[in-house]
């Protein structure tokens, strides 16, 4: 059992509703953002729009930078919840809660009840986790596949370890336990390979591979290992194959190139320096970040046999990350997001020895903590006025009142950091981590719903209001180096997008009058390069940092 009394079953009962209400509640209280969100939703939509579940279209176009698996998630959440924010997030959420029961059952496994409730809880409220867990994006889905192969993986170890060490005649008895964690493990990575790709095989394995470099006892079965590549390569490889037998290796050849692009070049202008991803994971895990300062390898208690080796495959799974994606060329805050798993797991495992009194509350440790959290809260203060400021240097005025109640969010996150810290200074470590997660919660509904919209008030909506007066005009929407997923989502129809590298575009339509007017859409600062290229089109309107411009129909079309 997971919890030896009544006391237990409802920390995990709270925690699991926590969870809940932290992910799901305020899930549509924002519009989806350019461009992951709309990427994943419009692709889900089209799907169920032309009844293709075997290809991936986006604009009328083959997708082909990601396996189908996240979007047959999104398109049964659209049956169930229909096509709106909600359905296209609820996968994430879904995932997220379920990534929080990993975290519970993993650590009460290895060590303690109560080092499971941490992980859970640092792992749920750790700053880009809980976004990519609230957003309709692929990631905490591609994790929580990473994360039950990589431990399950370590859980079939143990489990081989125990019936070899058993007499033969009572082997029948235990025979399933190894085998069916392996194949968990198998089929975890499998779908995730189907989720996003083959680094959801590759960092289990990392993970796996040098625990048993370490810890080489029991040898790997033969008949153990082709089991694992077999079935797993079954699951990742079923829909490439029945692909290539309905289409051809126009998809496989695409997604090869795609992901070797992402090694060679920095793919829509993100080139960052080589340690952005160690910055990215000190940031992520706030506002836990001072506790990882806290762990000593040395310190790991002998009494517990399964906390060691965790620890060893979490140390080789950060690692692999890190390295991995600091070669990479292009470099995003998601690409190593599954690093928030083991990280979690270290700071959960440093405040557990600080209820143990194992470790002592540093002064700077906890001023760090402080430091942090009133950094983020200024943040949210001053967002309207950094806003604000940022538009009038470009000249671009938005008629956007800023209510007090904006205000709220960094006000009662702060308190919230307050009052832990004080706990924290205390030794009343439980209740800190408890509170400091309902500061996060507050903080979160807070940007979720007021500063999320206002936000794309200012960045999204512009557009997406002149592609539907465009719409309603019955004319012909055409972008000009600029791309928007948003705007296909929400607008449901296609757009010819011009000189941009995710869609071939026609400009040869902008040069002669076509048989409908064109509301052509682009960015400000193209807009001198917009005529030079074009110079049939006229100038209509400005609106936020868009611009538009209409070439009318032939008149003898009229």
């Known amino acids: 059992m997971l919890y030896s009394n009544r006391n237990e079953l409802l920390w995990f009962i709270g925690l699991t509703v926590f969870a809940t209400l932290f992910l799901v509640l305020g899930l549509d209280a924002a519009p989806l953002i350019d461009w992951d969100e709309n990427i994943y939703a419009e692709a889900s939509r089209q799907m169920i729009e032309r009844g293709d579940y075997l290809n991936i279209y986006i604009n009328s176009y083959p997708f082909a930078e990601k396996p189908p698996f996240f979007f047959w998630m999104v398109s049964v959440s659209y049956h169930l919840f229909g096509i709106n924010e909600f359905g296209a997030r609820f996968p994430s959420a879904f995932s997220g809660v379920l990534s929080v029961w990993m975290c519970f059952y993993f650590g009460t496994k290895v060590k303690s009840f109560r080092l499971g409730i941490l992980w859970g809880l640092i792992y749920l409220t750790s700053f880009l986790p809980s976004i990519f867990a609230r957003s309709a994006v692929i990631d905490h889905t591609f994790n929580l596949f990473i994360m039950l192969s990589t431990f399950s993986l370590y859980a079939y170890d143990v489990r081989y370890k125990r019936f070899l060490s058993l007499e033969k005649n009572s082997r029948d008895t235990v025979l399933i336990d190894h085998w069916m964690l392996l194949t968990i493990a198998s089929i975890s990575m499998g779908l995730g390979v189907l989720t996003k790709g083959p680094l959801a095989g590759v960092i289990p ?211 919230g950091i307050v009052v832990a810290c004080i706990l924290f200074w205390r030794r009343r470590i439980w209740f800190a981590a408890w509170v400091t997660a309902l500061a996060m919660f507050f903080g979160t509904q807070g940007v979720w719903r007021v500063h999320v919209p206002v936000y794309l ?102």
């Not at 496989?252 to 160690?278: C, T, V, W």
């Not at 002592?360 to 430091?371: A, C, D, K, P, Q």
């Not at 997923?485 to 040069?511: C, D, S, V, W």
């Open 457 to 558: 008030q200012y960045v999204q909506k512009p557009l997406l209001d002149l592609v539907q007066e465009a719409h309603i005009k019955n004319g012909k929407v055409v972008f000009y180096r600029l791309v928007s997923f948003a705007a296909l989502f929400y607008g449901k129809r296609p757009i010819e997008m011009l000189h941009t590298y995710k869609f071939p575009g026609h400009p040869q339509i902008l040069n002669s009058k076509q048989e409908q007017d064109l509301f052509v859409i682009t960015e400000r600062k193209h807009k001198k390069s917009l005529k030079n290229d074009h110079p049939l089109v006229q100038f209509s309107q400005d609106l936020g940092t868009y611009s538009l411009f209409i070439l009318p129909r032939s008149s003898e079309k009229r």
């Open 205 to 415: 394995l990392v993970g796996y591979g040098f625990f048993k470099v370490i810890y080489p006892y029991p040898r790997i079965s033969w008949l153990h290992f082709f089991f694992c590549g077999a079935l797993s390569l079954s699951v990742a490889l079923s829909w490439y194959i029945a692909n290539w037998w309905v289409h051809g290796f126009k998809f496989i050849e695409d997604f090869i190139g795609f992901q070797m692009a992402l090694f060679s070049k920095p793919l829509e202008g993100n080139e960052r320096p080589f340690y952005y991803h160690f910055v990215v994971a000190l940031v992520g895990i706030f506002p836990w970040t001072p506790f990882l300062f806290l762990f000593n390898p040395g310190h790991v208690p002998k009494e517990h046999p399964h906390l060691r080796p965790l620890l060893v495959i979490s140390t080789a799974w950060l690692v692999f990350v890190l390295v991995l994606f600091s070669i990479v060329t292009t470099k995003l805050p998601h690409y190593s997001a599954s690093i928030y798993v083991p990280l979690s797991f270290v700071v959960a495992f440093c405040l557990e020895r600080l209820i143990d009194k194992k470790l002592s509350v540093n002064r700077w440790i906890v001023g760090f903590f402080l430091m942090l959290g009133t950094l983020f809260s200024v943040l949210l203060l001053l967002f309207p006025t950094l806003m604000d400021n940022h538009f009038i240097k470009q000249g671009i005025v938005f008629e956007i009142q800023w209510l007090k109640s904006y205000y709220l969010p960094g006000i009662g996150f702060f308190l």
